[in-house]
């Protein structure tokens, strides 16, 4: 078994958000992703999608992007991104009957001797300073220490998916990484960072003992990342 991650993979089957406004590298990058899927991932792998999974505001019309990722090759653990807006409960998420999406809401994903945890997250204070953003970030936070005490009784591997980069605007570590270090994480992986401006934000490699990795699929050049597992 091996274990990939690609976050932010913004599909749209109705094709009404070509993504290419945003740069001539993001043109067909849906079939970019498929096509490096499918070279690199087999049935018994394990495929971590950390938000902005597709464009659709409602579930009955994110469907077909989700039926897209789920017929394609490993076993597939999926967290909401801030563009998510069809994502529901989990009773209604697991209720599509897909057969190889795993939604993690508030809880945890075992696979082999690995545990999977995470949270959308959300802007550092500094980076959203309105009330509003301040009470996102908290519950967030609250939210992620859910699913991390559902981790102390594993010794295993642990990763952690974020949505937003567990980063402040001068790329010190923010809360997130405080509880993640409190929990014993292994790895964190995240997304949201785009273009030269978003990728300038980027912080990698191991800070406070946690091996961080920015996965967001136009910083990957579309393609899968293996995540190295080292215990």
Request: a negative charge; hydrophobic letters at 35%; one cysteine or more.
């Amino acid at each position: 078994m091996r274990v990939f991650a690609i976050g932010d993979l913004h599909l749209d089957s109705t094709k009404e958000k070509p993504m290419d406004i945003f740069g001539d590298n993001w043109s067909d990058h849906e079939q970019k992703i498929i096509g490096s899927w499918q070279r690199s991932v087999s049935d018994d792998d394990l495929v971590l999608i950390p938000g902005d999974i597709s464009w659709a505001m409602k579930l009955e019309d994110a469907k077909k992007d989700l039926e897209l990722i789920d017929n394609l090759p490993g076993k597939k653990v999926l967290i909401r991104g801030n563009h998510d807006y069809w994502w529901s409960t989990k009773n209604k998420l697991n209720n599509l009957g897909f057969k190889s999406l795993e939604f993690l809401v508030n809880d945890i994903y075992v696979y082999n001797n690995i545990v999977i945890c995470g949270v959308r997250g959300w802007d550092s204070y500094e980076i959203n300073s309105d009330e509003d953003s301040k009470k996102i970030y908290d519950r967030e936070l609250k939210r992620f220490e859910i699913s991390l005490r559902m981790t102390k009784s594993f010794d295993c591997y642990k990763i952690a998916m974020l949505h937003f980069p567990p980063f402040n605007l001068d790329k010190s570590p923010n809360d997130f990484v405080d509880i993640m270090k409190e929990y014993n994480i292994d790895k964190c992986i995240y997304g949201h960072l785009h273009g030269k401006a978003g990728h300038k934000m980027v912080s990698e490699g191991y800070i406070n003992g946690i091996d961080f990795l920015c996965v967001s699929s136009d910083y990957l050049d579309f393609e899968l990342k293996e995540i190295a597992i080292e215990r």
